[in-house]
């Protein structure tokens, strides 16, 4: 396949990948043709290549880039959950040298957060419905809150994360449990890696992240020397998410509100790193977000799926 091909890691391979999994032959007709595109791949690749960070806060923020996928091979007429979970790349904590401009290893990884999915708040729905436009999670928030009841996913911060992305079939068969192993497949892609942190902490990805999120045009800045190489940082700690608020720091029309005004000075946009309380409760659980903004946060006793990522995907 071509740059944009897929990487069909694991089938979600609920009973392990590698030993005594099933074989994705013997996934539900409705399944096993299943294909996903991951968008924006380019730049998830830059951001990839320097490291993605993603915020985490006790109040839960958005992803950017934003997790986004085209779907294909569907059954029209048959329904399907879409979700998504994250789980940690390897057992290890990080820390970033500035000296270096590189991450290293600082010790074993914290107490594994409570471990949640997130269904897509149009689940379930039809294929047909799923494969005529891109698919975006963009209402998944990310939190280092280890009490959050608002359905976030919670994350650790500086540990690595490896997202995924998993398509259930809705078997209507009074038995469906019985097969349920048959009836899903998942999707990792390797560029979507990345670092859960409460500050960005390589200050090229806080240029990227500026320069490619349209919401974050207030902070760019027109010298065009800011952007190459480490001759000059922004004035800014912690640009803009996927958040669906436009920020400015352009002054405002005379006569608005200064409520509506979203300048700050760097000295005013800083972020402390938090130390999270080890948790000793890992739990699986499934997050559905429904269409008028509830959550509802259910046992994934039915899914069984594996907290750790074990089987690497690739989208070569």
Not at 47 to 56: A, P, R
Not at 281 to 310: C, N, R
Request: net charge neutral; glycine share 6%.
């Amino acid at each position: 396949m071509n740059g944009l091909a897929l990487s069909q890691s694991c089938e979600l391979s609920l009973l392990g990948c590698t030993d005594g999994g099933a074989p994705f032959s013997a996934k539900a007709p409705q399944v096993c043709g299943v294909r996903v595109q991951l968008e924006m791949q380019a730049l998830w690749r830059q951001f990839d290549q320097l490291g993605t960070e993603m915020i985490v806060t006790k109040s839960g923020r958005r992803m950017f880039p934003t997790f986004q996928v085209r779907i294909s091979g569907m059954d029209p007429s048959a329904e399907y959950v879409l979700l998504m979970d994250f789980i940690p790349v390897d057992d290890k904590r990080y820390r970033y040298a500035f000296h270096s401009s590189s991450w290293l290893v600082a010790g074993r990884a914290d107490v594994a957060a409570p471990s949640r999915m997130h269904f897509h708040p149009d689940s379930p729905a039809p294929g047909a419905q799923w494969m005529k436009q891109t698919v975006s999670f963009d209402t998944l928030k990310l939190t280092n809150n280890l009490l959050d009841d608002n359905g976030h996913m919670i994350l650790n911060s500086m540990h690595r994360y490896q997202p995924r992305f998993h398509v259930v079939y809705v078997d209507p068969a009074p038995n469906s449990h019985l097969n349920a192993y048959k009836n899903f497949c998942s999707f990792s892609f390797l560029e979507t890696r990345f670092m859960a942190v409460t500050a960005y902490q390589n200050h090229r990805i806080t240029q990227l992240k500026i320069a490619s999120n349209p919401f974050a045009k207030g902070f760019r800045t027109t010298d065009p020397q800011a952007w190459e190489g480490t001759g000059s940082s922004l004035a800014v700690s912690c640009p803009p998410d996927g958040s669906t608020e436009p920020l400015s720091t352009k002054p405002r029309e005379q006569g608005r509100s200064k409520s509506s005004t979203r300048q700050k000075s760097s000295s005013s946009v800083l972020l402390q790193e938090c130390e999270l309380p080890h948790h000793k409760q890992v739990s699986v659980e499934l997050t559905m977000e429904s269409k008028d903004g509830s959550g509802l946060v259910t046992p994934a006793h039915f899914l069984h799926i594996p907290v750790y990522w074990d089987c690497a995907g690739s989208s070569q």
